[in-house]
């Protein structure tokens, strides 16, 4: 007959070509992803502390506070205290919406930045526009803030987003934990 006859060795040498191949490949990701992952990290701080300026611009640096509960202590250029800047979370309809504030040392809120954010696209989203997050720019409210549907933001209340109750109750609710991290800093002081 005409049989195919495979000589191991035909067969053995590829798959010691293909194996090693894999191997180098599998190296080089994971040096990439080690060197990278620095990268991220390092883009992860410079963007939390552009995103700390943002929200507590009157601070010149920042300073970990104290507590187990991550904030920051904004500092003008002569020490003197300016500020803190709270990084809570809350969940929101599409997850964790994870939110940080910044509150001067008279009790304002001097800024809210969504840091992440996985809402409804050109709904819950718009929780990232300034026209949102600018409604909480105003003195800490006794007990927080609450959500109304319609009306005028200001004296504690904030205006939910059209279509994006949920969301707006979640940013909410994470300045809210800013609010009461806030109030135990400054009862304990």
Known sequence: GNEVKFKPKEIAVPALILCAICLVITGALSVTNFITKDTIEALNLQTEKE????VLPDAANFEAGDSEES???????????KGYVFTTTAKGYGGTIQVMTGVNTEGEITGVTI??????PGLG??????????MYKQTVPEGGFNVIKSGTAGDGNIVALTGATITSQAVTDAVNSAVEK????????
């Open 51 to 54: 995103a700390r300026t943002v």
């Open 182 to 189: 806030y109030d135990e800093i400054k009862g304990g002081a």
């Open 115 to 120: 840091l992440s954010l996985d809402e409804t």
């Open 125 to 134: 989203m718009n929780a990232q526009n300034t026209s949102f997050t600018d």
């Open 71 to 81: 904030y920051y202590i904004g500092k003008a250029e002569d020490g003197s205290a």
